[in-house]
């Protein structure tokens, strides 16, 4: 019986062991990045149909099972993580007694046993008296370190300084700091989404689409003011700007002008300019100029919209904008096309009535103001086609990203304090004997102790000669 | 340019303090000793200049800004953090030896960027996503790590040597525990470094894309270098990881390093590719 229950025990404990051991750390962060290299060699994330160009049916199908086309949402690498997230807790809370220790307890008497286990310390005999030599080791002290301190016990008086205290939680803010890191990004995994909408010009949406082609109602509307985009002199695209305004319950609550890396946020969604593009079917206001053919004059300038019409004063003409097409040519057989959405030879079919009565139709073209072609006694300049651009945007909510950037900041905060900063500790214990002084002095530091070593020496040829 | 023809002045300079670090290394000579330092922070400062100049000179064309944003300039100011991790070492540690082993690295990655085509040193305007102070603070971050990285690898290959190679003629190479010692030192800036280098570049993606993580090769390569290090500074806290075993993974992890910034560019494809 004894012996079984000593065997259980046994084995909790090494599980124990198990779960907070480095062994295990090593083995996980190791195996993470060994797995992670797979992602970045296989393609992630294509369609079935792109796959199978390169893998046969059943080499698709194994690896499609084991997940490695979605490796980083596979079940298996989401295990590993875990496996590393219990491991760091297992041991956060093996360490929070050592943690609240190296916080709260300070050591300002030198032992003989803390002698025992210090490497760096050393002797002195010197024919002075405490009350002289006091100040003096105060002052060396105060050189490198903040705020002595003094204590007697017993009738020996103890020196005691130190430095960087707080550096020593650095490890384990780093390691809380990576949890807090993982659970950010489970929130938005869980709770987050991300979206696209193109907005024309003048336009509002209060849908998104998502990855899975479905439409996400975001509650409110966004509408597009207007769109942007200026240029380098060589012609490379500068800036893409939007400006957004949003209206929620009917009100106009905001606008603003987002570009690249500057977002807009409004109620926990983000909205980031992606992209733009012409929205060809979808044309804004037109200015044609009209003068009479074989005229000096300048003539008169119109503004309407396509499907409309206006009418030239004093003729009694209608003029109605009928059809535009972007990129207008002939086919072999002389009926008339559009190629392209792309602007490469926008026209105009313009409808000419006078009353109710069809008179006229006739083609205009921008690029071709003098073509011959056209009919009547007037002549028709495109002086512009308002295009109606759309802008791209990605929409995105993530509840965790703040979470992320709290956890991001604490690990730099950790990190520094453990590799820039070192814990550093000097003890001078002093004792009248006779007519001397007897000086025990013994430090100690955490890290680069190569360079402590220089200090204590500093110290020590100090203090030898007060 | 001015910045350029400073810059293949700046290879040769480099490539000279190489040559006087190996004599100092065959002859002990204190005088060359110094001149080999002198020589090579002449060429930091040379490169420094190049450095502001080329900013300087990115204004003039009306599209300013700090000179890391393509392959070429990031290439260039690795050579440069390298050059001055180096120069601050060998002044705290007082051990010039290295030098004959880092600042090759310099030259050689200097002379990549000029003497083939495949970099192009014309100063290029940004497009719109590259416009981001993430961006500086991320590229600056990163390459202090790799630089700190590359004195690391540095380090360990002549810890080898002098382990390995070179046993019984003791006193040509600094002493082990020295070497040992600086390579930590190196890792532990390089991956404080990184760090940083990552947060700041998932910030400045998260500006730019809407997502701070995509798995992106890039992203995803530093993390497994991340990981690496992470494991190495663990194995060496407990299992006392020290000397050759420390050296050996200072050079797999340089090479993570490497592919991280090489590899990736040129045999994955990503967001990051600077084309
Ligand atoms: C991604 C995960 C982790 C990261 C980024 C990380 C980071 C760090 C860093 C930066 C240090 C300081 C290293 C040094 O001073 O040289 C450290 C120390 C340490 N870590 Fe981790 N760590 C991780 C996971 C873990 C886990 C899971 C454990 C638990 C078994 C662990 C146990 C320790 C211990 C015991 C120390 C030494 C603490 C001391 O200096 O007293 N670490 N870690």
């Known amino acids: 019986m004894k012996h079984n229950k000593g065997k259980t025990e046994g084995s909790k404990k090494r599980k124990n062991d198990f779960l907070t051991s480095l062994k295990l750390t090593i083995a996980l962060l190791l195996l993470l990045a060994a797995v992670s290299i797979i992602g970045t060699l296989l393609p992630q994330n294509l369609t079935e149909g792109e796959y199978l ?36 807790l297992a041991c956060s809370i093996k360490n929070v007694s050592r943690t609240l220790k190296i916080l709260t307890q300070v ?49 020996i008086r103890h020196f005691f300084c130190e430095k960087a205290r707080y550096s020593r939680l650095g490890f384990f803010i780093t390691h809380i700091s990576v949890l807090i890191i993982l659970i950010g990004g489970l929130m938005g995994t869980f709770w987050g989404l991300k979206g696209n909408v193109e907005i024309p010009e003048g336009a509002s949406i209060h849908q998104v689409r998502l990855p899975n082609g479905l439409m996400f109602d975001l509650g409110f509307m966004v509408r597009c003011d ?20 949003i209206f929620d319950d009917g009100k106009e609550v905001l606008t603003k002008i987002i570009e690249v890396n500057h977002p807009l946020k409004y109620k926990g969604f983000a909205f980031y300019q992606e992209s733009f593009g012409e929205a060809a079917d979808q044309r804004g206001e037109i200015t044609l100029r009209v003068r009479k053919k074989r005229s000096k004059e300048p003539g008169r300038e119109f503004h309407v919209n396509l499907g409309e019409s206006f009418t030239l004063p004093t003729t009694g003409l209608r003029i109605k904008v009928n059809r535009f097409f972007p990129d207008f040519i002939l086919d072999e057989n002389g009926t008339v096309m559009n190629r392209s959405f792309a602007l490469h030879n926008p026209a105009l079919e313009l409808l000419i009535f006078k009353g109710d009565e069809l008179q006229t139709q006739t083609w205009v073209f921008q690029k071709f103001p003098d073509f011959h072609g056209s009919k009547g006694e007037y002549q028709f300049l495109i002086q512009d086609i308002g295009t109606k651009v759309y802008t791209g945007l990605q929409v995105t909510k993530d509840p965790g990203v703040n979470v992320v950037w709290a956890g991001c900041i604490l690990m730099i905060l950790g990190i520094l304090s453990t590799f820039f900063f070192s814990h550093q500790q000097v003890w001078i ?32 040829a100090e203090i030898e000669n007060i | 340019m001015v910045s350029s023809r400073i810059l293949s002045v700046v290879t040769f300079v480099y490539l000279l303090s190489t040559f006087l670090y190996i004599c100092y290394l065959a002859f002990r000579s204190k005088v060359i000793g110094n001149l080999a330092t002198m020589v090579t922070l002449s060429g930091l400062i040379g490169q420094i200049a190049a450095f502001i100049l080329r900013w300087k000179e990115s204004y003039a064309l009306g599209y300013g800004h700090i000179p890391l944003s393509n392959q070429f300039e990031s290439m260039v100011f690795f050579a440069l953090v390298i050059i001055f991790i180096y120069l601050v070492i060998e002044y705290k540690v007082k051990i010039k030896t290295l030098g004959a082993f880092v600042t090759p690295v310099a030259s050689i990655l200097l002379a990549l960027t000029t003497l083939t085509d495949s970099f192009s040193n014309e100063i290029q305007p940004l497009v719109p996503a590259l416009q981001s102070n993430w961006l500086t603070y991320h590229v600056i971050t990163c390459f202090i790590g790799y ?23 003791q006193g040509i190479l600094p002493d082990e525990g020295v070497l040992d010692d600086v ?93």
Request: glycine share 6%.
């Open chain 1, 226 to 245: 207007d769109f942007n985009v200026a240029y380098y002199p060589n012609g490379a695209p500068k800036d893409y700007k939007s400006s957004l305004t």
């Open chain 1, 107 to 155: 050591n300002p008497l030198l032992t003989d046993d803390q002698i025992k286990n210090l490497t760096l310390k050393t002797r002195i005999d010197k024919k002075i008296s405490l009350n002289d030599a006091r100040e003096k080791i105060v002052r060396i002290l105060k050189k490198d370190f903040p705020s002595p301190q003094e204590n007697s016990e017993n009738g």
């Open chain 1, 53 to 88: 160009r390169h893998y046969d049916t059943a080499s698709y199908n194994m690896l499609k099972t084991l997940g490695v086309f979605d490796l980083y949402h596979s079940w298996w690498f989401i295990l590993l993580l875990f496996l590393l997230c219990i491991n760091l």
């Open chain 1, 429 to 460: 214990r002093t004792k009248t004997v006779g007519n001397n002084l007897e000086l025990v002095m013994a430090g100690t530091a955490r890290k680069n102790r190569i360079g402590f070593e220089k200090v204590f020496e500093r110290l020590k």
């Open chain 2, 183 to 275: 390579n930590y030192k190196a890792i532990a800036i390089g991956f404080p470094m990184l760090t940083i280098g990552i947060i700041t570049g998932a910030a400045w993606a998260n500006y730019a894309w809407g997502s701070y993580w995509s798995w992106d090769p890039k992203e995803t390569w530093s993390l497994i270098t991340w990981f690496f290090y992470a494991a190495f500074l663990h194995a060496r806290y407990t299992h006392g990881w020290r000397g050759k075993k420390a050296a050996i993974l200072s050079i797999v992890g340089f090479v993570a390093v490497i592919f991280t910034y090489f590899g990736v560019n040129y045999l994955l494809t990503g967001l990051h590719s600077y084309a």
């Open chain 2, 147 to 169: 630089a700190a990285f590359a004195v690391s690898f540095g380090v360990s290959i002549i810890y080898l040597i002098a382990t390995v190679a070179l046993k019984e003629r």
